[in-house]
């Protein structure tokens, strides 16, 4: 069973050597995502988890500093922080490290590549409104593990457990590393033919998931860091970055 925190300190330790050499150009905290651009152009970004409130109005201690430090600093969030705010900046850097791998795949859909069948039992972690509709037309059964009551009604625990331990599919949302759940979640799965690990703030690094259930990474990648940026800044969400991110899919093992 994985620790809590094993991936993002796997990504940390992959990213380290390669984050001495780079420093942040900007840095963008909006409302429901984080934005980093490097010194070299590249740019990634990570969700900001709904519904945190801070106790003081000192958010950010080091505001007004982060544009032109080193980028290791702000990777080492990833293991010595724990807040939602700072493990996002982390994991935005991280994303803006990794840029473009050159095996993906690029399709807005991730559900391209499930294959559903009608019957099969489907999980998915955290919802995913435009998916859903996707796959019921599929014939697949959907049952959606949500924290935020004010999106969804919230299974019981032992109604969580089962639906992970007998889905034949599983989607989790790439917010489980943020909150600290992800190895929790693939630690109770069973056997399902499929686990895709999708969202923009998807880490597209396969060898951190090399010994987890892991078969599907779905990502973005910034494809105009200037637009990007300023729709953080301004307060938008993912369907104003759509048109300005790259979507793209990393197989990582065939499917049963």
């Known amino acids: 069973m994985l620790g809590t925190g094993t991936i993002l300190n796997r990504l940390y ?41 801070f106790k003081s109005c000192t958010v950010l201690r080091e505001a007004g ?20 705010l700072h493990l996002a900046m982390g994991l935005a850097l991280a994303n803006a490290l990794i840029g473009t791998p050159v095996t993906t795949t690029e399709d807005r859909d991730a559900t391209t590549y499930f294959n559903l069948k009608p019957g099969e039992k489907v999980a998915m972690i955290g919802l995913f409104a435009p998916l859903v509709e996707r796959i019921r037309a599929a014939g697949a059964i959907l049952t959606i593990i949500e924290k935020n009551p004010d999106r969804l009604n919230i299974l019981s625990p ?51 998931f090399s010994d987890t259930p892991v078969t599907q990474l779905g990502g973005a990648v910034v494809a105009d860091s200037r637009r990007v940026l300023q729709i953080i800044s301004e307060g938008g969400g993912t369907p104003a970055l759509r048109p300005y991110l790259k979507f793209v899919n990393f197989i990582l093992k065939p499917l049963n």
């Open 13 to 53: 330790e992959r990213l380290e050597s390669h984050a001495k050499n780079r420093l942040i150009d900007d840095l963008r905290v909006g409302l429901s995502y984080v934005g980093v651009k490097l010194d070299n152009g590249e740019a990634g970004i990570a969700a900001l988890l709904p519904g945190k409130t």
């Open 158 to 208: 032992d109604e969580q457990q089962q639906t992970l331990k007998n889905c034949d599919v599983a989607i989790i949302t790439a917010t489980t590393l943020l909150n600290n759940t992800f190895e929790e979640t693939v630690s109770a799965l069973g056997t399902p033919r499929l686990v895709a690990l999708i969202g923009p703030s998807t880490p597209l690094s396969p060898e951190i």
């Open 65 to 84: 500093t982060y544009a032109g430090s080193g980028a290791a600093d702000m990777l080492r969030y990833l293991v010595e922080c724990k807040d939602s």
